[in-house]
């Protein structure tokens, strides 16, 4: 039987109606870009220096942190060895890192690109080499104790000295304590440090300086800088979140970040073009956690999925065989849509990032029309992706029974670390109402006559009042109509309501908050409406064979009705959607989950992830779920003694001393 895959797998391979290989060219760029990816992989997959580790569930937390930082400075020597291209560096260092992101990576994520979006020619000059080589390494420091959400409520203070020409870095209370940054506990010599700047008496707001927190030469805090780790959380336990606390701090003039706004010698401060480029770091990060949601629904799906098809419970029919869990349509409907939803993600993902690259490649040449439009687009799918990726995760755990619950499954921890991106990088209902402020700000021009354009055209096309007649609800372009009305409907009347409390006599903010439940819901259907429409068009356009299309298009048909249906009370409200239209929409749901069924295990092994990046018994792709349960069991340190020294502590006293009563 060794090394053979599970038939029932082996099976469903078998059975699919389409090229699993052809999808994922598709999802990652082309047939090269697959053979590339596997081959990077494989060069840190095949590599002794990163296996022999025990697995990261058993380990301490200091265990964890060590052997995570020397896994993270082998992929710096290994990358200068192997030549890993700029191109590869994220895959390479992701399959050597995949047991946990150290703090070091925090230089790679947040650090290198600060210095790159804030700094000028000359200090990416001076900085980025550096970063890249780990002379330095960097944490991104701007959270608070007291403060993450609002950015210019920060207490950290950098006041310019003109007869030194340095800025004194300093922390006036307890809660204006860094608190949160990744790697800056313990790992971090440099800090990228988010502050008030204040020069000739005048305070303009938070920009980024450059700070050195610890000896080059022994490790140990620079004079005037108290340092430390948070403490363990939730997961992410690798990583040194740290404190810091800046006691009248100097440094020189040009370590201010200085792209856009500057000091000048004399304490002259320039303005730049706008007061949010300080936050462009932000909107960037927040743009690749799309992906991240996607990657990691993709992964919960994958191993449900398998799992599913694996595991065999009950009786369908009396007397015959059990059935695999997968053939329930219960169990369809809770995985399915979480399947659909990373693809949905992973092409709204792609969207963003073209969105990124040329908005800022825009903004580089000037003109900054189009930052209102990346900052609430890139926060408003990073709050709905990382959501609906967070529940989705716990979804898919729960579908696994019992041996979801355990870490054999690799399901809680990729739910505790994956709903860590819903808080970091700008909490998720705080994101959410930046997208409905810009909503709201789209609609009140458009009511003004103003054609509206990019993500938010629809809201000036879309007719609010009720349509009538027969609707064909499998068809992708009235599904994509539905949602794009239910959105503008939400947002008019979310903005309408405002209007309303305003006119009563309350203030705009007094307004803004009473409304700010249906605010967010209009927002999240504005970024629901924009996920349909771009998962359709990437369906209708790409080049793909049929069968492949045909697929894909079950799974798009799929996203847009399991929507529909679970959110029916917004497309009945004004009976743009009648009763009919939702019976319809949640037969063809049925249809299509029984149409998805053969080609679900397809589906999953399509996102092409390797069993080293899952960390998954139950979702291995070979299926062999219960003997590698018995044998990742053994490894629990409670199984190093047959009888736990606890037991001579303990538990023999207490025996001894009960039996004596007898
Ligand atoms: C392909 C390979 C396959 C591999 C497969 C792998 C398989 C395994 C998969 C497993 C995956 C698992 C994935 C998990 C990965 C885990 C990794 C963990 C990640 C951890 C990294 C974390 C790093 C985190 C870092 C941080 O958190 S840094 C700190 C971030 N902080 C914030 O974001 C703060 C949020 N707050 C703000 O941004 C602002 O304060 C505010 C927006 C809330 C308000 O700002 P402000 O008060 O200044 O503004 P106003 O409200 O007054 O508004 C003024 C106007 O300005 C506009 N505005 C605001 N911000 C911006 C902006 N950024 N840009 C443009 N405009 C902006 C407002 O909208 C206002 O506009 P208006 O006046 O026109 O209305
Ligand atoms: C894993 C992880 C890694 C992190 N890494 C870093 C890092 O590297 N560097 C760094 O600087 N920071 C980091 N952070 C901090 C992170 O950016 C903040 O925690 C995040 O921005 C949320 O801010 P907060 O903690 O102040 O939440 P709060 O704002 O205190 O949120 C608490 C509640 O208040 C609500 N709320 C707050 N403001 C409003 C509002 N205006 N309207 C309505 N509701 C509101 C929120 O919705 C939420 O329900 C990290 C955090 C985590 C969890």
Redesign the pocket.
């Known amino acids: 039987m060794a090394g053979q895959v599970n038939p029932d797998l082996a099976k469903e391979r078998e059975n699919a109606s389409f090229n699993t290989q052809k999808l994922t060219n598709l999802l990652y760029g082309g047939a090269e870009k697959v053979r590339r990816r596997r081959y990077i992989e494989s060069l840190a997959f095949s590599d002794p220096a990163y296996s022999g580790d025990e697995d990261p569930v058993f380990m301490s937390r200091e265990e964890l942190y060590s052997s995570q930082l020397k896994r993270a400075l082998t992929t710096v020597q290994r990358v200068k060895e192997l030549n890993i291209t700029e191109e590869d560096l994220s895959t390479y260092r992701n399959a050597a890192l995949s047991g946990g992101m150290p703090g070091l990576a925090?230089t790679w994520i947040?650090f290198i690109p600060t210095i790159l979006q804030q700094g000028t020619e000359e200090q990416k000059q001076k900085w980025l080499k550096p970063a890249q080589d780990l002379s330095i390494v960097g944490?991104?420091?701007?959270?608070e104790m007291g403060?993450?959400?609002?950015v210019r409520g920060l207490e950290t203070t950098a006041t310019y000295d003109p007869s030194t020409q340095e800025f004194v870095i300093h922390s006036p209370t307890l809660t204006s304590t860094?608190w949160?940054?990744?790697g800056l506990g313990k790992t971090s010599n440099y800090a990228t440090v988010?502050a008030q700047l204040y020069t000739q008496g005048k305070c303009y707001g938070p920009h980024n300086f450059m700070v050195q927190i610890r000896s080059l030469e022994d490790h140990t805090p620079c004079p005037g800088v108290t340092l430390g780790d948070i403490g363990p959380?939730m997961e992410?336990n690798a990583n040194d979140?740290g404190f810091a606390r800046f006691d009248h701090v100097r440094i020189p003039r040009e370590n201010m970040l200085m792209k856009f706004a500057r000091v000048e010698p004399d304490g002259t401060y320039v303005q730049p073009a706008s007061s949010k480029l300080a936050y462009s770091n932000m909107v960037y990060l927040r743009g690749t956690f799309v992906m991240s949601a996607a990657q990691a629904l993709a992964s919960a799906s994958t191993i449900a999925v398998r799992y599913s098809c694996v595991r065999r419970q009950s009786e369908m029919k009396p007397g015959e065989p059990e059935p695999q869990i997968l053939d329930y349509q219960t169990q369809q409907y809770k995985l399915f849509p979480q399947l659909a939803a990373a693809y949905a993600f992973w092409f709204a993902a792609r969207f963003m990032t073209q969105q990124h690259a040329s908005i800022t490649g825009s903004m580089e040449k000037g003109d900054m029309s189009g930052l209102a439009e990346l900052h609430a687009l890139s926060a408003g799918l990073k709050s709905y992706t990382t959501a609906v990726m967070s529940a989705g995760i716990d979804v898919c755990r729960m579908s696994c029974g019992g041996h979801g619950y355990s870490h054999a499954s690799g399901l809680p921890a990729l739910f505790s670390t994956g709903t860590?991106l819903c808080?970091?990088?700008?909490?998720?209902?705080?994101m959410m109402?930046q997208t409905a402020r810009y909503l709201v700000k789209c609609f009140v021009q458009s009511q003004s006559g103003k054609t509206l354009s990019g993500t938010v055209a629809y809201l000036s096309a879309v007719q609010p009042s009720p349509v009538s007649g027969e609707r064909n609800m499998s068809d992708l372009g009235t599904q994509v109509t539905a949602f794009q009305h239910r959105a503008a409907r939400m947002v008019r009347h979310a903005a309408l309501q405002m209007q309303t409390e305003m006119q009563k006599g309350k203030s705009r903010e007094d307004a803004w908050n009473s409304c700010?439940v249906l605010l967010i819901k209009a927002a999240q259907a504005h970024v629901h409406s924009f996920v349909v429409r771009n998962f359709a068009e990437t369906v209708q356009t790409v080049e793909v064979e049929e069968s492949v299309r045909a697929v894909l298009t079950s799974l798009c048909q799929l996203y847009s009705l399991h929507g529909i249906t679970e959110h029916a009370g917004d497309f009945l409200m004004d009976g743009y959607l009648t009763g009919r239209d939702i019976d319809a929409a949640s037969s063809l749901l049925s249809a299509v989950l029984a149409q998805l069924r053969p080609d679900a295990v397809a589906l999953v092994d399509a996102f092409d992830l390797h069993d080293k990046m899952l960390h998954s018994v139950l979702g291995r792709y070979d299926g062999r779920v219960y003997e590698h349960l018995y044998q990742w069991a053994q490894k629990s340190p409670l199984n190093k003694t047959e009888v736990h020294e606890s037991y001579y502590k303990y538990l023999q006293p207490f025996l001894k001393s009960n039996r004596a009563k007898l």
């Open positions: 925090l947040a944490a991104y420091a701007q959270t403060h993450g959400t609002f860094k949160w940054p990744g988010m959380k992410g979140n860590s808080t970091a990088e700008g909490e998720n209902t705080v109402l700010s």
